[in-house]
């Protein structure tokens, strides 16, 4: 069994991934690649003067895979709850299981609403503030969860918090991700 399946690899699946393969879980993102990002032109990403969304998607899911996450080009057919976490089949009825979910469908609540969360056009799904949804285990990150406050960077937020979160409940307690510059 997987640590977590992450479902949509925009900018707040790939950010969830990164998180948690930094910290050692093993995390498998599935996507093909079809994320809004490649109409994107981003001025407004801190830290980032100026890049081609495609260029971005690239250089985000090199870091994914470089951390140890696994990126893989398949689209999710359906989600279901089992025993101790969840079941995703994939076209073509591969089955993986894992502990937790994280949801970043982009606009499409399909995945989601299989497992019996409520969706609307104006709201999106609700969740805590760390992307926690009303099933346990069960994330839902970026435009899927604000579908009136689509940016990247919002939705990149969204995916840390909830690793952070994920992390932290595994842990007992609280986790920090910091990393410092080499002394000298
Ligand atoms: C024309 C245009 C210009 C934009 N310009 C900017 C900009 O300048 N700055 C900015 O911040 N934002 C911009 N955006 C918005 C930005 O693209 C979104 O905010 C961002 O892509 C949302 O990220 P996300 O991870 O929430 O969802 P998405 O990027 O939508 O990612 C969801 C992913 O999940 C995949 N998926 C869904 N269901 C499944 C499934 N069952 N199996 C596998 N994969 C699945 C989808 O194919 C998609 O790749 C722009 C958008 C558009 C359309």
Same mark, same amino acid.
């Given at each position: 069994?997987?640590?977590?399946i992450?479902?949509?690899d ?15 879980k ?9 994320t ?8 407004n990403?801190?830290g ?7 260029e971005?998607?690239?250089?985000a ?12 080009d398949a ?5 279901a ?7 995703v ?6 089955? @993986? ?5 994280? @949801? ?6 399909? @995945? ?6 409520e ?6 799904i609700?969740?805590d503030r ?34 952070i979160?994920? @992390? ?7 986790v920090?991700?910091?990393d410092?510059p080499?002394?000298?």
């Amino acid at each position: 069994m997987l640590d977590v399946i992450v479902i949509g690899d925009g900018p707040g699946g790939l950010s969830a991934a990164l998180f948690l393969a930094k910290n050692g879980k093993q995390v498998t993102v599935f996507g093909q690649d079809k994320t809004a990002m490649h109409w994107a032109m981003l001025r407004n990403y801190l830290g980032v003067p100026e890049l081609h969304g495609s260029e971005f998607q690239k250089i985000a899911r090199a870091q994914v895979e470089a951390m140890g996450g696994s990126i893989r080009d398949a689209r999710v057919a359906s989600v279901a709850r089992t025993d101790g976490g969840f079941t995703v089949t994939l076209d073509g009825d591969e089955t @993986l299981q894992a502990k937790y979910l994280v @949801l970043s469908e982009g606009k499409s609540p399909r @995945l989601s609403t299989m497992l019996g969360l409520e969706h609307t056009e104006a709201h999106g799904i609700a969740t805590d503030r760390n992307g926690a949804s009303g099933v346990p285990g069960v994330y839902v990150v970026g435009r899927l969860a604000r579908p009136g406050r689509s940016q990247a960077i919002i939705s990149a937020g969204d995916g840390a918090a909830a690793a952070i979160d994920i @992390l932290s409940r595994e842990k007992g307690e609280d986790v920090t991700d910091w990393d410092s510059p080499p002394e000298g």
